[in-house]
């Protein structure tokens, strides 16, 4: 039975996590006050986000079936959330409202003030792909949404100034497979509960590399 937070990408750099699936459809931060939307799908949550230089989030529409658009989108609105929370010098704690295990709060509270830290912000195309939704193999009832990152489109940015500082990160870094772990409390709300993450070329992780 694998730890809930092993192999958590949140040591990685760049970003964190998001999913996608089918043809492709972007969703960008805009200055503060500006609604970002994520899917053309009604059912998609919406994260009303701020975030400094252009970033766009490339994840493409919602599964068809409802439940997996459900817990695809939460995932989502948690990746938005994070970062704002990075954005807003960690001030804005919402990310935490889609988090249902201590230990992964725990690092992505810890993820969060290392980005604070460096003053870390973001400029380019961070992009998703290949994303399937599935029972979790150890723990029933909870749902597993595997997905590509591509993050070579990104550039790191000084946050206070704008000014772009390149991304010198290595292959393993820029694409890697991801597995976001999603729980359904007895309100009907998923939560995340586990992120697993495989850099490339490791094992399914070669097929993220385009």
Partial sequence: MRPRTAGLALGLP???LAAACGSQAAAKFHPAGGAV???PAASAPRAPVPFPGKVTFDFGPLPGDPQQAAVVGTDHAFLLAYYDAIYTGGRNKSYASYIGDKGVLRTVQASVAAHVAEHQGL??????FGTTVTPDKYYPGELDVTYCADE???RYTDASTGRVLGNGSAPGQLYYLESDTFARTS?????LVGILTTPYPTGPA???KP
């Fill in 14 to 16: 760049a970003l964190l």
């Fill in 37 to 39: 939307s994520f899917s």
């Fill in 152 to 154: 070579a489109g990104l």
């Fill in 187 to 191: 309100q009907g709300a998923w939560r």
């Fill in 206 to 208: 070669r097929e993220c």
């Fill in 123 to 128: 400029a380019g195309v961070d992009r998703h």
